[in-house]
């Protein structure tokens, strides 16, 4: 197992002086009076809470890099010489017809009014952290004319400069929420769609209400966590006028910007920042049901669940009450998770592991369907970048999982495509880009399928990071067409279980997925004494 040092990493911008570490407490084994740093320890002596925390604030996304004992490379995918699965009615298997750009990636959730994907992934909560205000458009339009899924995270309405509060503090207006839904509406063809995700904070202002009335969305999804800390969502701010209006709203707001001592440090340069923090929920079977039931009457055609890294016991709530609540999807995402802010050390210490949770999911969504109970739509997130990890979770979860959630994965893209164009513009593209071309049609595979779409008029409203999201989709769907045709699966509901093995006995025991040696085992003997 590599060495992990947790009093240094390149998040929070650490670093241990010494070659040597403690293995549990990160620190140097000679440490040394006079020592110019840069581990943890020492930086927290004059910047203190601001550790607690990955940074630049707004410039970059952190996930948690702990080496856990199994993860989903553990699992590897079966492949098979015969056989076809999901063809067309009345097509033949025959090499002509199980060539793999046949395999259709599509898929579709929701209890009875489905909303169809053409790749089964769709995007992470993109809520209120500057990443996803400044980079909206390019999220946005990718993941429209990608045909997947864009979540709109918690907070939106609630951190808008401009947004309007009624008498009794409900929303009557939130600029920034419009601009994001308008967005991704804009290029939207049919497949996929935007939903708006709401913490306790969101349901207080009325959140759910403005942005049906408004926009006449059909899906609103409720949300207990997520797979990168247990605790409310975070951001920062650096204006102190900000943290008391953002505090006058009514959230939490530390350190107390009313505060004469944090108001003194702020002008003087040593308080740069504050933080506001949205509250936890509390949960209870008769308030989910009263939230589902109050959320339909207002209008909304499908609910759906987000829920994070907690105890089995909170999945198994998620996973029930979800059943009896027929909700539409309920999206269950592991540690470590990623994301734009969350403290540090809970990333990379708190929740249960993505192949853990996701395994556990797995068993009580076949115990309910074993006694005749319908479960609602499932999808998994938690780490997921590649074709492989897609089809992999589509298999372990299978048949209740219908896509993946991917966050940090799906944003990159966006920003290297938005920093392309910046490149362009500066005349200082880098030659692991410059090698391709001068120019976006010569960069971009993908620049004229796009243009194809849109219209060349419209082109030019396309900015570079939607073409890097769409192409990064690409990818993803033709890997995955790969994998599925080399497994036999010419559609994603005819993956399963038996489609994966696991490459340690420990693995095996955690997923229920036959150890390597042990699986079709028994079929190879039949052959062998036929």
């Given at each position: 197992?590599?060495?992990?040092?947790p009093?240094s990493?390149?998040?929070?911008?650490?670093?241990?002086?010494?070659?040597?570490v403690?293995?549990?407490s990160?620190?140097?084994?000679?440490c040394?009076?006079?020592c110019?740093?840069?581990?943890?320890?020492?930086?927290?002596?004059?910047r203190g809470?601001e550790?607690?925390y990955?940074?630049p604030f707004?410039?970059?996304t952190a996930?948690?890099d702990?080496?856990?004992?199994?993860d989903y490379?553990?699992?590897?995918?079966?492949?098979y010489?015969?056989?076809?699965?999901?063809?067309?009615?009345?097509?033949?298997?025959?090499?002509?017809?199980t060539?793999?750009?046949?395999v259709?990636?599509?898929?579709?959730?929701?209890w009875?009014?489905?909303?169809?994907l053409?790749?089964?992934?769709f995007?992470g909560?993109?809520?209120?952290?500057?990443?996803?205000r400044?980079?909206?458009e390019?999220f946005a339009?990718g993941?429209?004319?990608?045909?997947i899924?864009?979540?709109?995270?918690?907070?939106?309405?609630?951190i808008?400069p401009?947004?309007e509060l009624?008498?009794k503090?409900k929303?009557?207006?939130?600029?920034?929420m419009?601009?994001?839904?308008?967005?991704?509406?804009?290029?939207?063809?049919?497949?996929?769609e935007i939903?708006?995700?709401?913490?306790v904070?969101?349901?207080?202002?009325?959140?759910?209400?403005?942005?049906?009335?408004k926009?006449?969305?059909?899906?609103?999804e409720l949300k207990?966590?997520?797979?990168?800390?247990?605790i409310?969502?975070?951001i920062?701010?650096?204006?102190l006028d900000?943290a008391?209006?953002l505090q006058?709203?009514?959230?939490i707001?530390t350190p107390d910007?009313?505060?004469?001592m944090?108001?003194?440090a702020?002008k003087?340069?040593?308080?740069?920042?504050?933080e506001?923090?949205?509250?936890?929920?509390?949960?209870?079977?008769?308030g989910?049901f009263?939230?589902?039931?109050?959320l339909?009457?207002v209008?909304?055609k499908?609910?759906?669940?987000?829920?994070?890294?907690y105890s089995?016991r909170e999945?198994?709530?998620?996973?029930k009450?979800g059943?009896?609540?027929?909700?539409?999807?309920?999206t269950?995402d592991?540690?470590?998770?990623g994301?734009?802010?969350?403290p540090?050390?809970m990333?990379?210490?708190?929740g249960i592991p993505?192949?853990y949770l996701?395994?556990?999911?797995?068993d009580?969504?076949k115990?309910?369907?074993?006694?005749?109970?319908?479960?609602p739509?499932?999808a998994?997130a938690?780490?997921?970048?590649?074709?492989?990890?897609?089809f992999?979770?589509?298999a372990l979860?299978?048949?209740?999982v219908?896509?993946i959630?991917?966050?940090?994965?799906?944003?990159?893209?966006?920003f290297?495509?938005k920093n392309i164009?910046?490149?362009?513009?500066?005349?200082?593209?880098?030659?692991?880009v410059?090698q391709?071309?001068?120019?976006p049609?010569?960069?971009?595979v993908?620049?004229?399928?796009?243009?194809?779409m849109v219209?060349?008029d419209?082109?030019?409203?396309?900015p570079?990071?939607a073409?890097g999201?769409?192409?990064?989709?690409?990818?993803?769907?033709?890997?995955?067409?790969?994998?599925m045709?080399?497994?036999?699966?010419?559609?994603?509901?005819?993956?399963?279980?038996?489609?994966?093995m696991?490459?340690?006995?420990e693995c095996?025991k955690?997923t229920?997925?036959?150890?390597v040696?042990?699986?079709?085992?028994?079929e190879?003997?039949?052959?062998?004494d036929?």
């Amino acid at each position: 197992m590599n060495l992990k040092r947790p009093n240094s990493n390149d998040a929070t911008r650490t670093a241990n002086r010494s070659r040597d570490v403690v293995p549990m407490s990160g620190l140097c084994s000679r440490c040394i009076d006079g020592c110019t740093g840069n581990c943890e320890v020492f930086k927290a002596t004059f910047r203190g809470r601001e550790l607690i925390y990955p940074g630049p604030f707004g410039e970059i996304t952190a996930g948690g890099d702990k080496d856990y004992p199994i993860d989903y490379s553990h699992l590897n995918i079966q492949g098979y010489a015969m056989g076809a699965k999901g063809l067309p009615a009345g097509v033949a298997a025959s090499p002509d017809t199980t060539t793999f750009p046949y395999v259709d990636t599509e898929t579709s959730y929701g209890w009875d009014k489905k909303v169809t994907l053409r790749v089964p992934v769709f995007t992470g909560a993109l809520g209120s952290t500057e990443i996803a205000r400044k980079n909206w458009e390019h999220f946005a339009i990718g993941a429209a004319l990608s045909g997947i899924t864009l979540v709109c995270g918690e907070n939106v309405c609630g951190i808008d400069p401009k947004l309007e509060l009624d008498a009794k503090g409900k929303v009557v207006s939130a600029p920034d929420m419009d601009r994001r839904i308008e967005v991704y509406r804009r290029y939207h063809d049919g497949y996929g769609e935007i939903l708006v995700q709401m913490n306790v904070e969101d349901t207080r202002l009325g959140a759910g209400e403005y942005v049906h009335k408004k926009h006449g969305l059909e899906t609103i999804e409720l949300k207990w966590g997520q797979g990168a800390k247990c605790i409310g969502g975070e951001i920062k701010v650096a204006s102190l006028d900000r943290a008391l209006q953002l505090q006058e709203r009514g959230y939490i707001v530390t350190p107390d910007p009313r505060d004469p001592m944090n108001q003194a440090a702020f002008k003087s340069g040593a308080l740069k920042e504050f933080e506001r923090h949205s509250r936890m929920g509390f949960i209870s079977e008769e308030g989910f049901f009263n939230e589902v039931k109050r959320l339909r009457a207002v209008g909304f055609k499908r609910i759906t669940l987000k829920t994070g890294a907690y105890s089995l016991r909170e999945l198994a709530m998620a996973i029930k009450w979800g059943s009896k609540a027929h909700i539409d999807l309920l999206t269950i995402d592991g540690a470590p998770g990623g994301t734009g802010m969350s403290p540090w050390r809970m990333m990379e210490e708190w929740g249960i592991p993505s192949l853990y949770l996701h395994s556990a999911a797995h068993d009580f969504c076949k115990r309910l369907a074993d006694r005749g109970e319908r479960v609602p739509d499932i999808a998994f997130a938690g780490g997921f970048s590649s074709e492989d990890g897609i089809f992999k979770a589509l298999a372990l979860g299978a048949p209740y999982v219908k896509a993946i959630c991917m966050g940090r994965a799906m944003m990159i893209p966006g920003f290297v495509g938005k920093n392309i164009a910046k490149w362009l513009q500066d005349g200082k593209l880098p030659n692991t880009v410059s090698q391709f071309g001068s120019t976006p049609e010569e960069i971009f595979v993908c620049y004229e399928e796009v243009k194809k779409m849109v219209g060349a008029d419209e082109m030019k409203n396309i900015p570079l990071g939607a073409i890097g999201i769409y192409s990064y989709s690409q990818k993803l769907k033709v890997g995955l067409q790969q994998i599925m045709a080399g497994s036999r699966n010419f559609r994603v509901d005819t993956i399963t279980r038996r489609d994966l093995m696991s490459l340690t006995e420990e693995c095996a025991k955690v997923t229920g997925v036959p150890y390597v040696s042990d699986a079709y085992r028994e079929e190879a003997l039949a052959v062998l004494d036929s």
